[in-house]
């Protein structure tokens, strides 16, 4: 049997948008608002949990992307505050130079940030590195 030669025996009704029970009240608030209220609430439950001083989501600026997240917990890299500001001045100095694509070396890891959107892509340790090449960058800051 092909699918036009099926036939809909019952009758299908549009879904409607989940609306608010009688009584009920809520605030009316913007994408803006809403996305600083999670934030905030995110931000007390990581607290709460103990979890926001090993995260180094948003830190001074710099950010890191879902893969480089990943890499830096299979590598078991975990960035102090005092880090996470030299890699945010890394970021800075490089900026300030014109770079796009950065290769920071710090300590004994790889970041490669991008430097107009100010996100970690990719993290590195030095017993992980097998090539030791990294490619689409446009220079290199040590700190």
């Known amino acids: 049997m092909r699918p ?10 549009p879904l409607k948008p989940l609306q608010p029970g009688p009584g009920s009240r809520t605030p009316s608030t ?3 608002e809403k996305k600083t209220a999670f ?3 995110l931000a ?3 607290v709460s949990k103990g979890e926001a001083a090993d995260a ?4 001074a600026g710099v950010e ?13 890299v975990r960035l102090s505050s005092h880090s996470r500001q030299r890699l945010d001045h890394a970021v800075q100095l490089a900026e300030r130079k014109g770079s796009v694509n950065t290769l920071v070396l710090m300590d004994d890891t790889a970041y ?3 430097v107009k959107n ?4 990719t993290a590195i340790t030095k017993d992980a590195a097998v090539e030791n090449v990294f490619t689409q960058i446009d220079s290199a800051t040590i700190v």
């Open 39 to 41: 934030s905030k609430v």
């Open 112 to 114: 490669v940030v991008s």
């Open 30 to 32: 913007g994408p803006a």
């Open 64 to 76: 890191f992307s879902a893969h480089a997240m990943t890499r830096l917990q299979e590598r078991n």
């Open 4 to 13: 036009e030669e099926l036939e809909l025996h019952t009758r299908l009704r």
């Open 118 to 121: 100010k996100k970690v892509i």
């Open 44 to 46: 007390g439950e990581l």
């Open 56 to 59: 180094p989501k948003a830190v």
